[in-house]
């Protein structure tokens, strides 16, 4: 991947700099910050920034406070970095529009697996554009997503979560599947990630987040005739 700018923002000068080889060794181009203040600087001093990976715990303004600051101007991807691994921080995390919340310490390899995984599906264009089902319209060039022909705002994660769920109506699929399709890259850990970005995208559809199915000990179907079928 050519001419990638990221910003990385930590107050360690050691994690910046491991970040930073990492990414330099795959190609990027690294812009670092090292507070909140100073990364809301370069980010709007600068045009071409392509993802930002921001630490939660630093002087001056938090992540949380920048991410809100970015979010207001851009829909650019945020990887958040914390040392921090309850539910409750990873649901703020997404509620302000993160697409990944990566706890530390963390593989600097999958990191830039993940990195490199949001900007893939950022920048690719399906010449088959749009999908449709039960009155939920995704179209992929756009990145837009309308129910009923009203507008809903989705993060990254989601709107690919959505879009594959979309793509394989009425197939059950696992959370294994859902993982390497998605997340695109070797995940080892638990299914929380998958679970509490299907209950933040069944939130955003409203009622018809009952297309997206529960099935228990495996892992989730979209089904358009759940809701008439009483399924949860």
């Known amino acids: 991947m050519n001419q990638v700018k990221v910003l990385v923002v930590d107050d360690e000068s050691r994690m910046r700099k491991l970040i930073r080889d990492f990414l330099v060794k795959d190609g990027m181009t690294v812009v670092e910050a090292g507070d909140g203040e100073e990364a809301l600087d370069k980010f709007f001093g600068d045009n071409e920034i392509d993802l930002v990976i921001l630490d939660v715990m630093m002087p001056k303004m938090d992540g949380w406070q920048v991410c809100r600051e970015i979010r207001q101007y851009s829909k650019v991807p945020i ?45 690719v264009v399906d010449e088959e554009n749009k999908i449709t089902a039960g009155g939920i319209v995704l179209d992929k060039a756009a990145h837009e997503v309308t129910i009923d022909g009203n507008p809903i705002t989705l993060s990254y994660k989601e709107f690919e979560l959505l879009s594959y769920f979309m793509s394989n109506q009425g197939i059950a699929l696992s959370r294994e599947n859902i993982l390497n399709n998605v997340w695109n890259y070797d995940y080892y850990g638990d299914a929380r990630t998958i679970d509490t970005h299907v209950k933040k995208l069944r939130s955003k559809l409203g009622d018809k987040g009952d297309y997206i199915v529960t099935i228990w000990g495996m892992g989730y179907k979209f089904d358009t005739n759940a809701k008439k079928d009483g399924k949860k």
Do not use: C, H, W
């Open 79 to 123: 990887i958040m970095l914390t040392a921090k691994g309850e539910e409750s921080d990873e649901l703020q995390g997404f509620n302000l529009g993160v697409d990944e919340y990566i706890t530390k310490p963390f593989s600097p390899k999958i990191l830039v697996a993940r990195v490199n995984a949001i900007l893939r599906r950022s920048n």
